[in-house]
């Protein structure tokens, strides 16, 4: 009799520690669901990069219009760029002048381009901000011309011209690989 009676407690005591393994099993999948979203890789891409030749010595053009004729420009890391900015306008340096900046990854354009356009004084160049900047040209007027030469490190960055409401439109992406 007495062994009769042991049988279905047992088999209660299994059930429940089938019970309990189950549940551990499912809070280990939500924690591997968990860690694969936090690792996915952000990685700047450049749309149309694998279509420019890479050059270490590139000429931009600003006009009229407030555009760079060049908006990609690729060149190889670790070895010197020379960029040169012409200015094809007509109009008058105070009205429409350009200059080219190149501006270190991460940079905020619009805090930058507002400080930028306070800097009359310093030819739109923010000293406020001179920590975000790699390299720039002087602001030319009509028919000037000026040359950048600097050695990039590998990265994307972007050159804007900072004369005040020029940037939105006036700006390109430099890729060094
Ligand atoms: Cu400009």
């Given at each position: 009799?007495?062994?009769?009676?042991?049988?279905p407690?047992l088999?209660?005591?299994?059930?429940?520690?089938?019970?309990g393994?189950?549940?551990?099993?499912?809070?280990?999948?939500?924690?591997?669901k968990?860690?694969?979203?936090?690792?996915e890789?952000?990685?700047?891409?450049v749309?149309?990069?694998?279509?420019v030749?890479?050059?270490?010595?590139?000429?931009?053009?600003?006009?009229?219009?407030?555009?760079?004729?060049?908006?990609?420009?690729?060149?190889?890391?670790?070895?010197?760029?020379?960029?040169?900015?012409?200015?094809?306008?007509?109009?008058?340096?105070?009205?429409?002048?350009?200059n080219?900046?190149?501006l270190?990854?991460?940079?905020d354009l619009?805090?930058f381009?507002?400080?930028?356009?306070?800097?009359?004084?310093?030819?739109y160049?923010?000293?406020?901000?001179?920590s975000?900047?790699?390299?720039?040209?002087?602001l030319?007027?009509?028919?000037?011309e000026?040359k950048?030469s600097?050695?990039?490190?590998?990265?994307?960055?972007t050159?804007?011209?900072?004369?005040?409401?020029?940037?939105?439109?006036?700006q390109?992406?430099?890729?060094?690989?």
């Open positions: 009799m007495k062994k009769l009676f042991f049988i407690v088999a209660a005591v299994v059930s429940l520690a089938a019970c393994g189950n549940n551990t099993k499912t809070e280990g999948s939500t924690e591997n968990t860690e694969e979203t936090a690792s890789p952000t990685v700047e891409t749309p149309g990069i694998e279509n030749t890479i050059s270490n010595t590139w000429t931009v053009e600003g006009n009229d219009q407030m555009k760079f004729n060049t908006e990609l420009i690729r060149v190889k890391a670790g070895e010197p760029l020379e960029l040169t900015l012409k200015n094809v306008g007509k109009m008058p340096k105070e009205s429409m002048g350009h080219l900046i190149i270190k990854s991460g940079v619009p805090t381009g507002g400080e930028a356009a306070a800097a009359a004084d310093n030819e160049i923010p000293k406020s901000a001179l975000s900047i790699v390299a720039h040209t002087k030319l007027g009509p028919g000037e000026d950048i600097v050695t990039l490190e590998k990265g994307v960055y050159y804007i011209c900072s004369f005040p409401g020029h940037y939105a439109l006036m390109g992406k430099i890729v060094a690989e």
